[in-house]
């Protein structure tokens, strides 16, 4: 017992070292550059700064298109549109016509809604056993899409949002598949069905009650309520990833001297982009290598990805080309990295986790890939 408790403790030391270590190493180098007074002033203004100018417009996207979202709900759209889809499913993502309602509820809300509603035994009866633990890949390709969609178009990108949805919709397919794919091969018995539970797919419904005023007002208000808690569940990631990845994207304000203003930093990313640029060029049409930091920043949080943009419009070093791509990625990989390991989990299939986040990796990619020459191919027509 005391030899285990002895093991427990020496692995923790070991892990505070290396955390301080690490920590010591990061703030060390961005002080030394910047110096400790500019740098802690940075941290906070450029924090400050994004709180008024990026969280409260996202907060009113997430308000916007949470009331929109219930309201398609509450009036039967998305039950239109699900039946409008389901002959699409099984042929283009091997999944059940019901998985088109768990696409749909993602794209409107966030990534775990597909975990919700995969414990529906309604729902999951419908689905063999390694294409339900590729639900996780599917929703997550559109989680809060409509938030992404709609934040897009508020800074006026129309034609470069509607390009990146259609690239994340490949990207779907592709890390939708390939999940399937590595499941199968790893764990060729999870090729079973679902315990069944009887009814059919009109029980998977959105029962509403009192007249369509009520409704209307009800709808409005309670998604309303959904985006704000969205728009507050954003606020860390925006803040702390965003200023954390700006600090890493931007130099001085102004010529070579720091002077503790928002948005400053040690330029590193770029830097190392620069390096291999023509990939980034070839791959995703980026002229500058300050955009990588999106692609990044998405692999933790989309929110705080959408954060970068206005920065990225102030520097004018964005445009159509640039928003497809970054509607792409962000929307099919919508922080997947936060949020795979507990849907995996909830679902009891921990062990695949690797191999969903391997294949997502890959649908991001995609999504990116085919957004950037989807967006040449247009250009070159009209």
């Not at 039946?83 to 999944?95: G, H, S």
């Not at 309602?101 to 529906?120: Q, V």
């Not at 009866?125 to 992404?148: D, E, I, P, R, W």
């Not at 969903?356 to 999504?367: D, S």
């Amino acid at each position: 017992m005391k030899i285990r408790q002895w093991q427990f403790l020496s692995k923790r030391r070991l892990e505070a070292g290396i955390f301080l270590l690490i920590f010591a190493l990061f703030f060390g180098f961005l002080g030394t550059r910047m110096g400790a007074a500019n740098m802690l002033n940075t941290i906070m203004q450029t924090s400050y700064h994004l709180l008024l100018e990026t969280v409260f417009f996202l907060m009113a996207v997430c308000v916007v298109s949470g009331a929109l979202g219930k309201l398609l709900v509450e009036f039967g759209v998305v039950r239109l549109i699900e039946y409008v889809l389901r002959p699409l499913m099984k042929p283009i993502y091997n999944l059940p016509g019901v998985a088109a309602l768990g696409g749909i509820l993602t794209f409107l809300s966030d990534n775990p809604a597909i975990i919700t509603l995969s414990k529906d035994k309604h729902f999951s009866h419908y689905f063999k056993k390694y294409q339900l633990a590729s639900l996780t890949n599917f929703g997550t390709a559109f989680g809060m899409g409509l938030v992404v969609i709609f934040y897009m178009l508020g800074l006026g990108f129309l034609k470069g949002a509607l390009v990146g949805l259609l690239g994340a919709i490949i990207g779907s397919i592709v890390s939708t598949r390939l999940m399937q794919k590595f499941t199968l091969k790893a764990y060729p018995e999870l090729d079973a069905e679902e315990e069944p539970e009887g009814g059919d797919e009109q029980k998977i419904s959105f029962k509403s009650q009192g007249n369509v005023f009520l409704r209307f007002l009800d709808a409005i208000l309670d998604g309303g309520k959904e985006g704000v808690a969205i728009g507050l569940a954003i606020i860390p990631g925006v803040l702390i990833i965003s200023t954390v990845v700006m600090m890493m994207t931007f130099g001085p304000a102004t010529g070579a001297e720091y002077s503790g203003v928002a948005y400053e930093g040690v330029p590193v990313l770029p830097y190392l982009a620069s390096k291999i640029d023509f990939v980034f060029d070839w791959l995703f049409g980026f002229k500058n290598p300050e955009l990588v930091a999106f692609p990044i920043t998405s692999l933790g949080a989309v929110g705080a990805a959408l954060g970068l943009l206005p920065k990225f419009i102030a520097e004018g070093i964005i445009n159509n080309n640039a928003i497809a791509v970054c509607t792409a990625i962000g929307m099919c990989w919508s922080g997947f990295l936060s949020t795979h390991t507990a849907m995996l989990d909830s679902l009891g299939h921990r062990e695949l986790i690797p191999k969903a986040i391997g294949a997502h990796t890959i649908g991001g990619l995609v999504a990116g890939i085919s957004a950037h020459w989807i967006y040449v191919l247009l250009a070159f027509i009209f």
